[in-house]
């Protein structure tokens, strides 16, 4: 079985500052992995995802993602934060198998930006 | 344009009557899914459909149902609306490898 815990259900960060939300993923094999962000009153929008290949994963909106398989880790930065990036970002994750996969999702973690 | 769109967006009803929440998508995607979310939650998967006729519970039990009658559609029906159902709900389709999910915008459900 599959979990995520995302360290720190609330971030706020400075305008201009770097922004850094945790994700660790428990699961018996890598699995594929994904960031979400979720603004107020929408459907969750796809930032980034790791399947294979490079680990460091560039996604929209200025940020990345690296995948460190030794600490079972997909933490997502932005070197600078903007007003615009407030919102709730869920991690999530999925089998590698190709296999009509489920996300199982993060409890989420809401990012405030101060001006 | 290829999209995922849910109606309505919202609805606030009272206790007891039918509501059917639908879910269109334009993607041709073979798999949908419906996800059920309280405010400041995480997601939790409600049901799911891997094509036409394809129906599965998911990991959240829900008094909902749902149907899948043509693969652009997958509307979720609550037969007796009770205020424990208030919640957002969620639909998201995805290719048949399933690797990456598209959301739709939500319904926000308020039974009083």
């Known amino acids: 079985a599959q979990s995520v815990t995302q360290l720190g259900s609330h971030v706020s960060v400075s305008e201009g500052a770097l922004v850094l939300l945790r994700c660790n993923y428990s699961?018996?094999?890598?699995?594929?992995l994904f960031w979400y962000v979720q603004y107020p009153n929408q459907g969750l929008q796809l930032l980034l995802k790791?399947?294979?290949?490079?680990?460091l994963v560039k996604g929209i909106n200025g940020f990345e993602a690296e995948f460190k398989k030794s600490e079972t880790s997909f933490h997502l930065t932005k070197p600078s934060a903007h007003m615009s990036d407030a919102a709730e970002y869920f991690c999530?994750?999925?089998?590698?198998?190709?296999?009509?996969?489920?996300?199982?999702f993060g409890g989420g973690t809401r990012l405030m930006v101060k001006p | 344009e290829a999209d995922i769109y849910q109606t309505p967006r919202y609805l606030v009803i009272g206790t007891g009557k039918k509501i059917t929440l639908e879910c269109s998508q334009t993607m041709g995607h073979d798999k949908m899914y419906w996800y059920q979310q309280d405010p400041g939650m995480e997601l939790h998967l409600i049901h799911y459909?891997?094509?036409?006729?394809?129906?599965e519970k998911g990991d959240l039990s829900s008094e909902s149902t749902v149907s899948r009658i043509r693969t652009e559609h997958f509307p979720l029906t609550l037969e007796s609306a009770r205020p424990s159902h208030t919640s957002q709900y969620l639909c998201?389709?995805?290719?048949?490898?399933?690797?990456?999910?598209?959301f739709g915008p939500g319904t926000r459900l308020t039974v009083l």
């Open positions: 790791y399947t294979t290949g490079a680990t």
């Open positions: 998201a389709s995805s290719d048949a490898q399933g690797n990456e999910q598209f």
């Open positions: 999530a994750v999925s089998p590698n198998n190709n296999a009509g996969n489920m996300l199982t």
């Open positions: 699961s018996s094999v890598p699995p594929y």
């Open positions: 459909s891997y094509g036409v006729n394809s129906t």
